[in-house]
């Protein structure tokens, strides 16, 4: 679960706080619909001139889209002319809209994105400007099995999973 809520469950006594494990960070992305240009968004200057050129600009009800409606379309001054052209979308994963055309482009953590079919990844946007949601887990004081828990948490922030970690969208944990 995201790390801030898990501390939450530590904090009530639900969760042994011995067992907190970092797993992995999930940045945001952004796609554009299969067949399209991808373009590049590797800089500040080229995410906002590709979000000022955009058509349509949809992102998520989650946290990351809450950042970049409030903070990232600020930190690069487009909020009014992104205003009347972007559109937070609920419930379903921006991705899935952006394939059927409704939107020119979408942003949304990259692990939401990539399963999707009908888009084409473009890239993570640039690290001064991202949200990072970092992933963790713990063993709950209750559980009927800890050892195991712990295994399997041990396991997961090994590198031995690394390369799943990382082809399913999110990114390691330094260690």
Same mark, same amino acid.
Do not use: Q
């Given at each position: 679960m995201v790390g801030y809520a898990l501390d939450d469950l530590i904090k009530q006594g639900k969760v042994d706080p011995a067992s907190r494990v970092e797993l992995a960070d999930s940045r945001i992305g952004m796609a554009v619909k299969a067949g399209a240009q991808a373009p590049s968004i590797k800089t500040d200057a080229e995410l906002k001139q590709v979000l000022l050129s955009a058509k349509s600009v949809a992102y998520s009800d989650s946290a990351s889209g809450v950042y970049i409606q409030n903070e990232l379309f600020k930190k690069l001054g487009v909020q009014a002319q992104l205003a009347p052209k972007s559109t937070m979308v609920e419930r379903i994963p921006v991705a899935s809209v952006v394939a059927k055309g409704d939107y020119e482009v979408g942003f949304q953590q990259v692990a939401e994105l990539l399963p999707v079919p009908g888009i084409t990844f473009a890239g993570k946007i640039p690290e001064d400007l991202q949200s990072v949601t970092r992933y963790a887990a713990g063993i709950p004081k209750n559980a009927e099995h800890p050892a195991e828990a712990r295994k399997l948490l041990t396991y997961l922030a090994s590198p031995d999973a690394q390369a799943t $970690? /990382?082809?399913?969208?999110?990114?390691? $944990?330094? /260690?």
């Open positions: $970690v /990382r082809a399913t969208g999110l990114d390691s $944990v330094p /260690r």
